[in-house]
């Protein structure tokens, strides 16, 4: 994969500066555990419902952006994509890994976007990063990027329990082998469920570059960290801004 060249930058008002990360081992140490079983049945049945609520109210929005891909392009309305999800396998342990003929980092599923390029865009490249400006995404899509519309069909991701509102962005299996091999941080994020939105998105653009990864990284191990009903509330609550005023979307 080529990597275009380093271009990091804070976006918008009121963000926060990317944590450090000192090395691995450091990392890994200051990590937490997984949630305790009640614990994980909370956040789940909390993410269900705020997922089933944002469904209902926001019905009328997606028949809108359903219509509005069908008429201006070729193809089907959702785009379906394999991404690695949640790790549960115990850290240094491992025996799980030995039914895998090959270790992906945590359990994939397959996440729910609206299309925003054309239906053959991944013909002859494969899995690449969208640019900005790329011709392969419709005006349509241009326009749900830039206003995060693009995710909303994840919330059904949220009720299937694939994902959270608030955590890591998930990755595609072939990206997520590659970036590993560059950031040895970068399994870590998957010690928490992958979300819809979070700390790195709140704070940071699309990823056009491996110091872009690099940094959302920073972001993700700090969230995992200090993870919390208030912190999700706060970076839900951030997230409005973010999609109102177009920050960090293209």
Do not use: C
Not at 19 to 31: K, L
């Amino acid at each position: 994969m080529r990597w275009m060249e380093a271009l990091v930058e804070r976006v918008g008002s009121g963000a926060e500066t990317a944590p450090t990360i000192a090395s691995e081992r450091d990392s890994v140490a200051s990590v937490p555990a997984r949630q305790s079983a009640i614990g994980e049945r909370l956040t789940r049945w909390v993410n269900f419902l705020l997922a089933l609520v944002a469904l209902v109210a926001l019905l009328p929005v997606l028949l809108l952006i359903a219509v509005a891909i069908k008429l201006t392009s070729r193809g089907s309305v959702l785009y379906m994509q394999e991404r690695v999800g949640l790790d549960r396998r115990i850290p240094g342990d491992d025996t799980g890994n030995h039914r895998r003929t090959y270790d992906l980092g945590g359990r994939p599923f397959i996440i729910y976007k609206f299309r925003t390029m054309r239906q053959d865009a991944e013909n002859g490249t494969g899995a690449v990063w969208a640019t900005q400006n790329d011709p392969r995404i419709t005006p349509v899509g241009r326009f749900l990027r830039q206003y995060r519309l693009d995710e909303l069909p994840q919330l059904l991701n949220v009720m299937r329990g694939e994902m959270n509102i608030v955590g890591p962005r998930p990755e595609r299996p072939t990206i997520f082998a590659e970036l590993r091999g560059h950031i040895a941080e970068y399994p870590l994020r998957q010690r928490a469920k992958p979300g819809i939105t979070g700390l790195a998105q709140i704070n940071h653009h699309y990823d056009r570059s491996l110091d872009d990864v690099r940094t959302k990284v920073r972001y993700d191990l700090e969230y995992i960290r200090r993870q919390s009903a208030w912190e999700d509330l706060r970076i839900m609550l951030r997230t409005i801004p973010v999609i109102l005023f177009r920050r960090g979307g293209w």
